[in-house]
């Protein structure tokens, strides 16, 4: 039943092309605009939201800070996420017009469902993402738009992260779309480029023996940081999330920006790096600034791993190791720049001997609190 593979985690790796397209399928219209019929919201509210919460755990959490940068560029309606564990305990402001949305591959995530009933308590819309049919998080929710990945067994979520990436995309997009806000040529050329994901994931999975080859090469290392910015920052904390849990290693993800006021002092010599560069297009002020962590960091003996779009050259004077990803537009690079990250640390994981579908303390879905 792993197809071949060792592991169900490669296997699920490798299905993400194809769980990118089925999500997308019959998503997008031959006119180039969305329909979301299974969104049992209807558009005059969405029109009325004027707030969007994410709630969420690990690594969907990190799908919705991604999702964050997303909703609010293109909708202009001001978005919040938080982990789960933390929302009702806080007393959020909430009421009939703002959107929750929960984000859960499992749907049994206890903390999200609680999270969920409470945001419903106060009146408020709730639209579940979510991988499994029929789950709780789904039937408690006002709507649901599904993840099409199939069934993931392995521990650390993969083939779900990048479906939900797009699942958030989707909500944004139609929400700007509704809304009538900054619809135009960005979006349309969006919704098409959503559609080379699968290629692009394909094109990234097929070069990643480098990378596997390095992650064996850092087996015995104490430590990894992991740099981003903008959509790159929850990337980072991604790529942090999946070594600790597979691994069992230290690994912390920053937003680049932050380095100097304090985890800087952590660089020695030796450390490795990983760094997740913005495109050089678009915002290339993020780009310039990155480009100047990665030289800094370097200067000061740090082993830089760094993750950049193709024709991006540069990075290439202060890369120890460089990992090529497709271009696309800025919001969409989470798509590509996941995937290297994932297979760094499930090969990291596998060269320390660690049972990779099974990682100890750990269960698939969390149903308690
Ligand atoms: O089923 P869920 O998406 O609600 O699960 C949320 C987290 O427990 C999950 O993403 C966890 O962080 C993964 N093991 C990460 O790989």
């Excluded at 209807?42 to 940068?69: E, N, P, Q, W």
């Excluded at 789960?84 to 206890?110: H, N």
Aim: hydrophobic share 45%; charged share 25%.
């Amino acid at each position: 039943e792993k197809g071949g593979y060792d592991y169900f985690m490669l296997k699920e790796i490798a299905e993400q092309p194809k769980a990118v397209a089925d999500t997308l399928l019959g998503r997008i219209g031959t006119d180039g605009r969305l329909t979301l019929d299974e969104l049992r919201i209807s558009d005059a509210d969405l029109r009325t939201v004027d707030k969007v919460v994410i709630v969420a755990c690990g690594t969907a959490f990190h799908a919705g800070m991604i999702a964050k940068y997303a909703i609010e560029h293109w909708t202009r309606v001001p978005c919040e996420v938080e982990v789960a564990s933390e929302f009702r305990y806080r007393d959020p402001i909430l009421d009939d017009r703002t959107l929750v949305i929960a984000i859960s591959q499992s749907g049994e995530t206890m903390d999200t469902l609680m999270a969920l009933r409470h945001a419903r308590e106060q009146g408020a819309k709730v639209l579940a993402i979510c991988n499994t049919n029929g789950s709780t998080i789904p039937r408690e929710s006002d709507a649901v738009l599904y993840t099409h990945a199939g069934p993931e067994v392995a521990v650390a979520s993969t083939k779900a992260f990048l479906t939900q990436l797009v699942a958030c995309y989707l909500v944004a997009l139609y929400l700007g779309q509704v809304r009538g806000t900054k619809w135009g040529d960005e979006i349309s050329a969006v919704i098409r480029e959503l559609g080379d994901a699968p290629k692009q994931v394909e094109q990234v999975l097929e070069t990643m023996e480098p990378v596997r080859e390095l992650a064996r090469s850092l087996a015995d290392a104490k430590s990894v940081l992991f740099l981003g910015r903008h959509v790159g920052f929850p990337v980072a904390l991604e790529g942090a999330l999946k070594l600790k849990e597979l691994a069992y290693m230290h690994a912390e993800g920053f937003a680049a920006g932050e380095l100097k006021h304090g985890p800087i002092a952590l660089i020695e010599d030796g450390l490795p790096v990983v760094v997740v560069v913005p495109s050089p297009r678009g915002r290339s002020i993020l780009h310039d600034k990155i480009v100047s962590n990665i030289q800094e960091i370097r200067a000061r003996g740090a082993r830089t791993i760094v993750i950049a779009e193709e024709g991006d050259e540069a990075v290439v004077p202060y890369a120890d190791h460089l990992i090529r990803i497709p271009a696309t537009p800025t919001l969409l690079q989470p798509l590509v720049s996941t995937v290297p990250l994932q297979v760094f640390a499930c090969e990291l994981a596998t060269a320390k001997g660690h049972e990779v579908d099974q990682p100890r303390n750990l269960a698939k879905s969390v149903t308690v609190e």
